[in-house]
């Protein structure tokens, strides 16, 4: 395995540590081997686990991996503090206690299923191949994936969390939802029209029934029942749902609701389920019906 020497900004973080502790005199060419020599039977093990050790190209794709994931889990124990990695690089652990913190933390936000299922058990495979780095390379756009990796794992997370905690069992839908702030406005929708309940799939039904208060039409009620809501949840997820938030979700919630208190004239005059959903849909192409669920009356 070859740690090319490169400007310490470029290439993966393990290459810029290698090389910012021999410009500084810092790290001498024992330790070097020394890294070396660790990095290359992990690289083996890595290969007989995962691929095939005996062939060269796929060996050199197991060290790829090594320096990849190596380098993410280095710059998450220094905080990318280049002296600070280097202590960790010539520690006794060497390489090892950063790629073990770099697999970590792939298997931690890898989104694995039982529908997509990957070669490296908990680690998503596209994700390593985005993390794994030539010692050679220009760039590394390691972090940047993983950090994308992390939102979209903290996104799953949070819709998992939303439905549970504030849909039925029953009414639980992947497909419906294109983002947290849709099924946060249509959790807080059902809430202020059902005092509170875990949504079903009736509010259109339920409507007919409800009379909406002036309040549910103002800004400030609308932000405290809102913050209510939220209130409910872990205050880190509650952050991160608070953050996918456009800086007009009141407002939409506003216009659902006035578009609600229309749609029950409709059913207060027993119009057919065919011509309110034509009405529904000729209006959400003109204004986006933030909140309004999205299920056919049958």
């Known amino acids: 395995m070859q740690l090319a020497l490169r400007r310490s900004n470029q290439g993966p973080f393990l290459t810029q540590v290698v090389t910012y502790g021999l410009e500084q005199n810092r790290l001498t060419p024992d330790q070097l081997g020394q890294i070396k020599s660790k990095a290359v039977l992990m690289s083996l093990k890595f290969a007989d686990k995962f691929y095939n050790k005996y062939k060269m190209d796929l060996l050199e794709q197991a060290a790829q991996d090594i320096i990849g994931v190596a380098s993410l889990g280095l710059a998450e124990l220094s905080k990318q503090d280049l002296d600070k990695a280097l202590t960790v690089l010539t520690s006794p652990e060497s390489i090892?206690?950063?790629?073990?913190?770099?697999?970590?933390?792939?298997?931690?936000?890898?989104?694995?299923s039982s529908n997509n299922k990957s070669l490296y058990g908990d680690v998503d495979a596209h994700l390593l191949a985005?993390?794994?780095?030539?010692?050679?390379?220009?760039?590394?756009?390691?972090l940047r994936h993983y950090e994308q990796a992390l939102q979209r794992w903290q996104q799953d997370q949070a819709i998992t969390t939303l439905k549970e905690t504030f849909f039925c069992a029953s009414h639980q839908d992947e497909t419906e939802y294109f983002s947290l702030e849709?099924?946060?406005?249509?959790?807080?929708?059902?809430?202020?029209?059902?005092?509170?309940?875990?949504?079903k799939p009736d509010l259109k039904r339920k409507l007919?029934?409800?009379?909406?208060?002036?309040?549910?039409?103002?800004?400030?009620?609308?932000?405290?029942?809102?913050?209510?809501?939220?209130?409910?949840?872990?205050?880190?997820?509650?952050?991160?749902?608070?953050?996918?938030?456009?800086?007009?979700?009141?407002?939409?919630?506003?216009s659902t609701l006035k578009f609600a208190?229309?749609?029950?004239?409709?059913?207060?005059?027993?119009?057919?389920?065919?011509?309110?959903d034509t009405f529904e849909y000729k209006h959400s192409m003109l204004h986006p019906l933030l909140g309004w669920p999205q299920y056919l009356e049958i």
């Open 182 to 199: 849709s099924m946060l406005a249509e959790a807080l929708i059902y809430r202020i029209c059902c005092n509170g309940t875990q949504v």
């Open 96 to 112: 090892v206690k950063p790629f073990q913190k770099g697999w970590s933390m792939l298997s931690h936000v890898s989104l694995i």
């Open 208 to 254: 007919k029934n409800i009379k909406l208060q002036d309040a549910c039409f103002d800004a400030v009620f609308l932000q405290t029942q809102l913050q209510n809501t939220l209130n409910l949840l872990p205050s880190e997820l509650a952050a991160t749902i608070r953050a996918d938030l456009g800086k007009n979700f009141i407002q939409q919630i506003i």
């Open 261 to 276: 208190k229309r749609y029950q004239i409709l059913l207060a005059e027993n119009t057919s389920p065919e011509k309110r």
């Open 130 to 142: 985005n993390i794994s780095s030539a010692p050679y390379e220009d760039q590394w756009l390691g």
